[in-house]
């Protein structure tokens, strides 16, 4: 912790919130924005990961992740 105090939080901030409960929602996410090429609505995606899962996470930040992973395509 005193190292992260000092520096920041390092890697992806999205990644790093995602729990065990909810990976298999995030790897099928991930999935369809990769490989099947479909857009996600980050307001939506937000949403659900904090009715389903208790993750809260800025609906800028996932924008920004999603927008990530579809460079990747």
């Given at each position: 912790m005193?190292?992260?105090?000092?520096?920041?939080k390092k890697g992806n901030v999205v990644d790093s919130r995602i729990t065990q409960d909810a990976m298999p929602f995030w790897v099928a996410l991930k999935d369809r924005v990769i490989k099947d090429?479909?857009?996600m609505k980050p307001?939506?995606?937000r949403r659900l990961l904090i009715e389903h899962f208790d993750i809260k996470i800025s609906e800028?930040?996932?924008?920004?992740?999603?927008?990530?992973?579809?460079s990747q395509r």
């Open positions: 005193l190292v992260e105090a000092e520096n920041g090429k479909v857009d307001y939506v995606v800028t930040a996932i924008r920004n992740y999603l927008m990530e992973l579809e």
